[in-house]
């Protein structure tokens, strides 16, 4: 069914919960295991047609941020879906105690009963209040974001629109849009601070209030990190700063050059060639259409999934000014139907969204086909493996984009990837600081970003410019005020895409194969013992970082 056609009417949880009363009950009185899971069928399609309405009007939100009907239809979810998240808990806790776990878990699998357990120190029904102040909270920054209105080269631009004239060719042209840019931030700097100070504070409360010390513990939990913790991100984060970040700094050395600078400035972050970034040709139809193209002679399953996704208009890409900033793939399991939201704005970042988000896409879409919802409940540092690799993978193909200029494209990618990885701790160990000490100043959470940037990277340089010059650069980062704790998941996805890189070049096929085995696996086991199934060393592991850097150095020499 195309997305126009989906059907919308509000979820009445007043109705759900008696349904979810009434499937309790149906599973207390069961008498077998079989019985009990005959009952969990029953919660899959309830829950699926609650996920379904909500992602339904959450895309339609995002889509015009000025839409009153479904503005209204976004607020009445903040406030309504932490207390289904409490309903849900109370069933999952019977599933969980169940006498007939044995079954149950031969069924769903063991890593379902992880989470579960893992859910139940992350919700309770008195954190409702602040869920509902946190939602709150969000939606004011996104909308904050999202009405950005810039005037620039005679057209009245938002922030996602602004963004080709930040990695124009001409520098002068970059300097002023970044000014721009600065200055609008610079203008709602106190609102950012005070909606960020009051995020921090409210997530430390519901940390408080769940016994924990600080929001950390509860923040893992809520990310379902159930085969690692703090110890062995911190443990990466320090091979990323002792062994990738020199890695790192060369690839910017080298793009200083081949810029044909005395300096990088900020200005310059994320430009690539001195006739500029290979930008893609085409509408963004025969972008699309292209990636259709693409997938087709990828594999026969992404084939599949592409002709899927356009026959059922499952894209919206075109950036307008009253949409909300950024991109993602989300899923509505009704319709086995992932979906694709960006913005595109002339860059080869239009095509990131055909790659990346596409390999989110196409992972939900196979294992929408698993009859056990549970498998589909995968980690963010197993969904972003997906979502990266793709971008490699892809790569034989960047002449449909970019034309003559597709090597060009392959080699920015790669020194982008690689760049990013550093970036992505900073803003992890960030936000530890910050959680660790919540009643920090703003003007010490700036100074602590400044600082984390010497460590990560050396190389850039604010000059003069008011606000990120001072440590505000961040603010710009929605993960940061949305997603708490997310952005670790991006650098140990990165850290396996490296991987698959490394692969391809020299087995394509078995490299695609062993992905595809992942994407299959989807969350049936743990992060850890997937990624050592399928071939690929744990970024967890002491010298896997250093390991990565010495096979990539021949792409830098």
Known sequence: MKFKDMPYERVNFDEVEKGLKSLMEEFDAAKSGEEQFAVHQKFYELNDKVLTLYTIAHIRFDIDTKDSFYEKEKEYYDEKLPMYSNMVLAYEKKLYDSPYREYLESKIGPVAFKNMEIAQKAMDEKLIPLMQEENALTMEYDKLIAGAKIHFDGKELNLSLLRPYMVHQDRSVREAAYKEFSAFFEANA??????????????????????????LELGYYRMGRNCYGQKEVEAYRNQVKKDFVPFAEELHERRRKRLGLDKLRFIDN???????????????????AAGQKMYKELSPETGEFMD?????????????????????MTYMPVYNAP?????????????????????????????GKDPIREHSDIGMETAEIHSMSMEFFTQDWMNLFFGDRADDYIEMHLEDAAAFIPYGCMVDEFQHIVYENPDMTPAERHAAWLKLEHEYRPHMDYG????????????????????PLYYIDYCLAQTCALQYKVKMDENYR???????KLCKLSASDFFTNMIKEVGLDSPFEPGCMKNIVEKLEKYVK
Request: aromatic letters at 18%; glycine letters at 10%; hydrophobic letters at 35%.
């Open 190 to 215: 106190d609102k950012l601070d005070e909606i960020y100070d009051k995020l921090v504070k409210n997530r430390t409360a519901q940390a408080k209030e769940m016994g924990y010390k600080n929001y």
């Open 270 to 288: 994320s430009v690539y060639f001195k006739e500029g970034n290979p930008a893609p040709f085409g509408t963004p139809e025969e972008i699309l």
């Open 510 to 516: 078995a490299a695609w194969e062993s992905y595809l």
């Open 464 to 483: 003069d410019d008011k606000f990120f010059g001072k440590g505000g650069y961040w603010q710009r980062q929605a993960h940061i005020y949305d997603s």
């Open 339 to 367: 979906f694709v939201f960006a913005n595109f704005n002339g860059t080869s970042a239009d095509v990131d969204v055909i790659t990346h988000e596409c390999g989110h896409a196409f992972q939900g879409y196979l294992s």
């Open 308 to 328: 899927f996704m356009m026959e059922n208009e499952l894209f919206d890409v075109l950036g307008r000014k009253t949409k909300r900033a950024g991109g993602y």
